[in-house]
């Protein structure tokens, strides 16, 4: 296919919003600043349908957001001006600070301009429609980075999130907006999903400072379970970059967390803080599992498993007992959990087998799938364990197949070749890198060593 063949078929990509099609197409050698037939580059037709992961897509592989249009505007500068802070930050394409001043406060002002006369005034500004204005509420980034409400008026649309993108200019620019005007932002609305909220606690996870850390983690104790809520959201925004810019109160910060573990009354806050704290190590942690092993919300019972096991050592009685009690809970991801924690740490005691051969056996095929799993990887090579492995060749779930069929192939079971036969097709492309498919290699390989071996 010639150029310009490649160029039109990115043209239809970006209209379809097919992200995938468009990173190919430009992988191949479509051209980044291809234009539509409104004579624009193909990055203003994807902010204008507010395709923020098109957006990114084109951005990334040379797309120029800050190109000089015929009316004097750039695709950064509509971004800003359409309201979508999930397409803003995909259409960034370098630090904001590297742009010349008089622009940086031109987009500030144009997401601040917003804000102050309001979405509904400035598009009946800008129309000079009649009428009052519909607004929707829409999720805002194809990976749900938050809702905001799509206002239309006039034959005209914007979402309403020039606020977040006010916090986010800020934050990129450097701009340090005290801590109480970013919570009055984040908190203005009730939705606690509101892309206002996701802007401040980014910003407020951008800084190290300890004194804006002092501030947030004090509103772990606040009455409002929202407020808390916030404070677990720019901790764990602080957490994925921690690895390039290293906290320098860790220690502290996970003293912390598991205080507030072992307080936390709201059930939804507890899951979610107990997912977060347990990615930790902490001297506390098997106590704090086990002080919620029959709270009465499923999905907390579900985090408890993964607090009741710490690398390199056994399970104690107290969380062997525990971790069996939840392999028979009510709950199937409850089992689950427990059946994933009992294989990892699975010490050969018959009570565990006997867990993990029943997990197998679960009427839930999620529960079986990851009992399956656990099975195969453990280290039980008793008679039980391969028949139960052995069973799973005739499951309708194709990866429960694979599972058994792995788990024998890594006991070197003389049945293995016959339970991948029976697995099927392995040709996605999702088992292209799978180890389970590759443990029938080394199965053989090790079968013909000893093969040679014996002629020898």
Do not use: K
């Amino acid at each position: 296919m010639d150029e310009a063949g490649r160029d039109e078929r990115l043209v239809a990509a970006v209209r379809a919003g097919d992200a995938w099609a468009v990173r190919d197409l430009l992988s191949s050698g479509a051209s980044p600043d291809a234009t539509g037939e409104d004579g624009l580059p193909v990055l203003c037709a994807a902010i204008a349908a507010y395709e923020d992961e098109v957006v990114r897509a084109l951005v990334e592989n040379g797309s120029d957001p800050d190109r000089l249009l015929p009316d004097g505007t750039t695709p950064l500068w509509r971004a800003v001006d359409g309201g979508s802070p999930a397409v803003f930050t995909s259409a960034l394409g370098r630090d904001l600070r590297l742009l010349p001043e008089a622009e940086r406060q031109r987009l500030l002002a144009l997401a601040r301009g917003w804000v102050e006369t309001g979405t509904e005034a400035e598009l009946r500004r800008r129309t000079e429609a009649p009428g009052p204005a519909e607004s929707v509420t829409v999720e805002d980034g194809e990976f749900g980075h938050g809702t905001v409400d799509l206002v239309s008026l006039g034959g005209r649309s914007v979402r309403a999130g020039h606020g977040a993108i006010v916090t986010l200019l800020e934050s990129y620019l450097g701009i340090l907006t005290p801590r109480e005007e970013l919570m009055a932002r984040a908190f203005a609305g009730t939705d606690p999903d509101h892309v206002e909220r996701w802007a401040a606690a980014f910003a407020l996870s951008e800084r190290r400072d300890r004194e804006t850390w002092s501030s947030v983690v004090a509103d772990r104790r606040h009455p409002d379970r929202d407020r808390r809520g916030f404070v677990l959201r720019v901790l764990r925004y602080a957490d994925v970059v921690r690895f390039v810019y290293p906290c320098p109160y860790e220690r502290e910060e996970t003293d912390l967390l598991a205080a507030w573990a072992a307080e936390e009354t709201d059930p939804e806050l507890l899951r979610d803080l107990l997912d977060f704290f347990l990615g930790r190590e902490h001297p506390e942690q098997e106590a704090i599992g086990l002080r919620y092993a029959d709270h009465p919300d499923a999905p907390v019972r579900a985090e408890v498993p993964y607090a009741l096991g710490s690398e390199g050592a056994p399970l104690t009685p107290a969380a062997r007992t525990a971790l069996l009690a939840l392999a028979r809970d009510p709950d199937p991801g409850v089992r689950s959990a427990a059946g994933s924690v009992l294989g990892q740490w699975h010490d050969l005691s018959p009570e565990v087998g006997r867990a993990l051969l029943d997990l197998t056996r679960d009427p839930d095929p999620g529960v079986r799938r990851r009992g399956a799993e656990a099975l195969a990887l453990s280290e039980d090579r008793s008679p039980e364990a391969s028949a139960a492995l052995w069973a799973l060749r005739g499951e309708e779930d194709q990866q429960l197949r694979l599972e058994g069929a792995h788990g024998l192939a890594r006991r070197d079971d003389p049945r293995t070749e016959e339970a991948y036969e029976r697995v099927g097709p392995l040709t996605a492309p999702e088992f292209e890198h799978d180890h389970r498919v590759d443990a029938l290699v080394h199965h053989r390989w090790r079968r013909d060593d000893r093969s040679a071996a014996t002629a020898t």
